[in-house]
């Protein structure tokens, strides 16, 4: 299982804590020892592969950190496709807190266990992230917006029978709802044969930050802090996504078209390197490596003779 930075998170590193109290926040989380696939949900395991007790939830947790200084929380969280994306997050990451998030939703139906969460619902809100991504990315191409929308909005036609006139609608997640959430796009400013509809997808970005930022709130401890804190993981991923849509601190990678974060005033183009690792990532010398390979290709189309004559002269 692929865990990082786990002793350092333990002991909560005076540079973290500073960073998370300059946030003014306290959040905590949890990760167990590993996690498993067991038929449609993803469960924390004990040292020996056991499940963890639902009696013990999160104090059974063997690391705890705080999660609001990961700033790559969102772009690593938009990453998740598939099953096994699932896995590979949650075992660095630890679980989303569907249990958390279904305590303090309006309407959900509580969920009482700590230790186990539905693949369905992570994937549903990893979706739902890198739709707000993509349109934010897409505000100012109105082409690659138009497609985007396209393929998220859904057309349902009139209804003869009840009378109800067509309308678009568009689904994403909320919280700790295990449906997605159903709007009609045209309640958000959408015409299907409007005008580009970079207003109506501002529109949408702000109403799924606000509806998914429910769970982030003002909290005043027993020493009188007053602290911001998120009720689960998934709350602070969404806290982290609001903050870098409006600071414009999200990237796509120009090699591999991932997102990333980067401070407003960092040159960087491509994803960065593993934390806690200076220099170039990986996408940035692929992309070098290509644009190598590219340029001999076109000298070698521009000049066939003298790179024949040079082979003959070597041999
Ligand atoms: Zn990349």
């Given at each position: 299982?692929?865990?990082?930075?786990?002793?350092?998170?333990?002991?909560?590193?005076?540079?973290?804590?500073?960073?998370?109290?300059?946030?003014?926040?306290?959040?905590?989380?949890?990760?167990?020892?590993a996690?498993?696939?067991?038929?449609?949900?993803?469960?924390?395991?004990?040292?020996?592969?056991?499940?963890?007790?639902?009696?013990?939830?999160?104090?059974?947790?063997?690391?705890?950190?705080?999660?609001?200084?990961?700033?790559e929380?969102?772009?690593?969280?938009?990453?998740?496709?598939?099953?096994?994306?699932?896995?590979?997050?949650?075992?660095?990451?630890?679980?989303?807190?569907?249990?958390q998030?279904s305590?303090?939703?309006?309407?959900?139906?509580?969920?009482?266990?700590?230790t186990?969460?539905?693949?369905?619902?992570?994937?549903?809100?990893?979706?739902?992230?890198r739709?707000?991504?993509?349109?934010?990315?897409?505000?100012?191409?109105?082409?690659?917006?138009?497609?985007?929308?396209?393929?998220a909005?859904?057309?349902?036609?009139?209804?003869?029978r009840?009378?109800?006139p067509?309308?678009?609608?568009?689904?994403?997640?909320?919280?700790?709802?295990?449906?997605?959430?159903?709007v009609?796009?045209?309640?958000?400013?959408?015409?299907?044969?409007?005008?580009?509809?970079?207003?109506?997808?501002?529109?949408?970005?702000?109403?799924i930050?606000?509806?998914?930022?429910?769970?982030?709130?003002?909290?005043?401890?027993?020493?009188?802090?007053?602290v911001?804190?998120?009720?689960?993981?998934?709350?602070?991923v969404?806290?982290?996504?609001?903050?870098?849509?409006?600071?414009?601190?999200?990237?796509?990678?120009?090699?591999?078209?991932?997102f990333?974060?980067?401070?407003?005033?960092?040159?960087?183009?491509?994803?960065?390197p593993p934390?806690?690792?200076?220099?170039d990532?990986?996408?940035a010398?692929?992309?070098?490596?290509?644009r190598?390979?590219?340029q001999?290709?076109?000298?070698?189309?521009?000049?066939p003779?003298?790179?024949?004559r040079?082979?003959?002269?070597?041999?």
């Open positions: 299982m692929a865990v990082d930075a786990t002793a350092a998170d333990r002991s909560f590193p005076k540079s973290l804590e500073k960073e998370s109290a300059e946030r003014g926040q306290r959040t905590v989380w949890y990760r167990y020892r996690y498993r696939l067991d038929g449609g949900w993803i469960q924390a395991l004990t040292r020996r592969g056991r499940v963890v007790s639902r009696a013990l939830g999160t104090s059974a947790a063997p690391t705890k950190y705080l999660p609001m200084p990961r700033t929380l969102p772009a690593e969280f938009a990453k998740v496709i598939s099953e096994k994306d699932v896995l590979q997050f949650v075992g660095n990451y630890g679980l989303l807190g569907f249990s998030a305590l303090t939703t309006m309407s959900a139906e509580p969920y009482p266990d700590e186990r969460e539905p693949i369905d619902w992570v994937l549903m809100h990893a979706r739902t992230v739709f707000i991504l993509e349109m934010h990315d897409a505000l100012r191409k109105p082409a690659a917006l138009r497609r985007i929308l396209e393929q909005l859904t057309p349902v036609p009139d209804n003869p009840t009378r109800v067509g309308f678009t609608m568009l689904t994403f997640a909320e919280r700790g709802l295990l449906e997605p959430r159903q009609r796009a045209e309640d958000y400013g959408y015409a299907p044969d409007g005008p580009t509809p970079s207003g109506f997808a501002r529109n949408i970005i702000a109403e930050l606000n509806v998914n930022l429910a769970g982030v709130h003002r909290h005043v401890s027993p020493r009188l802090d007053s911001w804190r998120a009720e689960s993981l998934i709350d602070v969404y806290w982290l996504l609001a903050d870098a849509v409006s600071n414009r601190t999200i990237r796509r990678c120009h090699f591999c078209g991932h990333f974060t980067a401070a407003t005033t960092s040159k960087r183009q491509y994803c960065p934390r806690n690792s200076a220099g990532g990986p996408c010398q692929n992309d070098r490596a290509r190598y390979r590219l001999k290709k076109q000298e070698a189309a521009r000049h003779q003298t790179i024949a040079h082979r003959s002269r070597s041999r």
